[in-house]
């Protein structure tokens, strides 16, 4: 569970205006955090089964929304995932 201040950082980082929430680089930036918050759960308890799927349902997620950007939107998506990894989350 992504605390609100780590939630609130990534919104004013990767929004478009102000206020924004909802676009598909906020969207993807916060699901990769949350994968990356789930992935470090799962190594410290391997066998959480329950939560690896719901890792697996999120990288899901973060991978359609990012087929999405890229269809509609090639140089953000570039530029969303070089932020991204300059920022280790991919």
Known sequence: MLKKQTKDNIVLKFARFQGDTGSSEVQIAI?????????????????????????????TT???FLGYLKRTDLPVHDKLLASLKSEGLM
């Open 31 to 59: 699901l990769s955090q949350r994968i990356r918050e789930v992935a470090e759960h799962l190594k410290q308890f391997p066998k959480d089964f329950h939560s690896r799927q719901g890792l697996l349902k999120l990288v």
């Open 62 to 64: 973060r991978r359609s």
